[in-house]
């Protein structure tokens, strides 16, 4: 499946950051460090913190067959609002 864009989150402090890296790894993807990509079960992401000016960006680069891209992008905008509720 195709890709998605990326989504730019503002104001996510680094302890609000380690919390959302937390919950996504709960759910199955491993990120490492403020930077990089991760695949697991055909989805693929990518990410970049930065601690600085308290932005990440997060993009969907592939899914399989039976998962919108979308769908991604919705559980992780979920979990950022939780973690900065």
Same mark, same amino acid.
């Given at each position: 499946m195709? +890709?998605? !864009?990326?989504?730019? =989150?503002?104001g996510? %402090?680094? +302890?609000q950051y380690a919390s959302l890296i937390h919950k996504i790894e709960e759910a199955g993807?491993?990120?490492?460090?403020?930077s990089g990509t991760a695949s697991k079960f055909g989805v693929k992401v990518a990410w970049n913190?930065?601690?600085?000016?308290?932005?990440?960006t997060f993009q969907c680069?592939? %899914?399989? =067959? =039976?998962?919108?891209? +979308?769908?991604?992008? !919705?559980?992780v905008q979920a979990f950022v609002k939780e973690t900065t509720g």
């Open positions: 195709g +890709e998605c !864009a990326p989504q730019v =989150f503002s996510i %402090t680094p +302890e993807i491993e990120l490492s460090g403020n913190y930065s601690p600085r000016s308290y932005e990440l680069l592939g %899914t399989p =067959f =039976f998962m919108k891209p +979308e769908e991604v992008v !919705a559980k």
